[in-house]
Nanobody, 125 residues
Framework: QVQLVESGGGSVQTGGSLRLSCEAS????????IAWFRQTPGEEPQRVSIFYTDTGAIVHADSVLGRYGISIDKSNQIVYLLMSSLKPDDTGMYFC??????????????????WGQGTQVTVSS
């Protein structure tokens, strides 16, 4: 099972930018997808962005469209989440997750069997 390690979180002010990293222990193409989720206390993780390794497609949630991007470093098996124009509502613990070829890679956390430990993002007004 692929191991994932996130990094890059921190505290920024409204309008700031961050780049989160998700480093995988295996070649990225061994999984069907790698996604980023945001979780706030007491809530289920919400998917914000996803990269499908087979097609190269990238999909973002409406709430981050135009502000978030994904960049891939295939040499080092890293998936970056590029965050800009950050708002207080972007605050949360960010996790990357990977889905095996037979998994759904859907909106729900149940479609992913590998998760990192998370990295905290705090946006102040």
């Amino acid at each position: 099972q692929v191991q994932l390690v996130e990094s890059g979180g921190g505290s920024v002010q409204t309008g700031g930018s961050l780049r989160l990293s998700c480093e995988a222990s295996e070649v990225i193409t061994a999984v069907r997808c790698i996604a980023w989720f945001r979780q706030t206390p007491g809530e289920e993780p919400q998917r914000v962005s996803i990269f499908y390794t087979d097609t190269g497609a990238i999909v973002h949630a409406d709430s981050v469209l135009g502000r978030y991007g994904i960049s891939i470093d295939k040499s080092n098996q890293i998936v970056y989440l590029l965050m800009s124009s950050l708002k207080p509502d972007d605050t949360g613990m960010y996790f990357c997750a990977a889905g095996r070829p037979e998994e759904s890679c859907g909106d729900s956390r149940r479609g992913y069997s590998s998760w990192g430990q998370g990295t905290q993002v705090t946006v102040s007004s």
